[in-house]
């Protein structure tokens, strides 16, 4: 058994649990647990979809944890970013993502600067322009994020731009057409925005 691809979710798990630990030393806590949801508006301008939903719990001023389930068509410029795939008449779509999530907010959730973490489990679909027929693979993501909450009204709406840098590594599937193949970087970068609504 590889126990390899399961060091990222035992990380993600201590990192949740030691941004908990930070969060009970505030002496004001919140008196009940709140929820947030989110969307991401770029996956709809790239014909897919980003849905999150994230949990502040009780007694915890600063950890925010959360799931999300996200797809979309990759624009040109992030297929483009691994050299090995440039202009190489790569079509590439996410074609579902669900991801894990831990954050810590700095000041308070949803307000300010803020670090995290997420563990995601992402299928892609790939074409060619120059070859028939597609195939598809699932990757595992682990990635460390940061980014800024702004609250620009006097209610719960929030803009939440971010970005960060993970591992990247195929599970299952394959990502070769014919004899061309798509080249998975380990390493992935990836910038986006949020916007959410605490209730």
Do not use: C
């Not at 798990?13 to 930070?22: G, H």
């Amino acid at each position: 058994m590889n126990t390899i691809k399961y060091y990222p979710i035992a990380i993600l798990l201590m990192m949740t649990f030691s941004l908990d630990a930070f969060a009970q030393h505030d002496k004001q806590k919140t008196s009940k647990t709140k929820f947030s949801v989110e969307i991401d508006p770029a996956t709809f301008a790239f014909s897919g979809y980003g849905f999150h939903l994230r949990i502040q719990p009780k007694n915890s001023e600063h950890l925010l944890i959360g799931i999300g389930a996200y797809a979309m068509d990759m624009p040109d410029v992030f297929v483009d970013f691994n050299k090995n795939n440039k202009n190489k008449g790569w079509d590439v779509r996410l074609n579902q993502g669900y991801g894990l999530f831990g954050e810590h907010h700095f000041t308070e959730v949803n307000k300010k600067w803020f670090a995290g973490g997420q563990l995601g489990l992402q299928e892609y679909k790939i074409e060619n322009n120059t070859i028939q027929g597609s195939e598809s693979f699932t990757n595992l993501l682990f990635m460390a994020y940061g980014g800024y909450t702004w609250q620009p009204f006097d209610f719960n709406f929030y803009i939440k731009p971010w970005a960060g840098i993970g591992y990247n590594s195929k599970i299952s599937g394959t990502n070769t057409l014919d004899t061309s193949e798509y080249d998975i970087s380990s390493v992935l970068m990836f910038a986006t925005l949020h916007i959410g609504y605490t209730f």
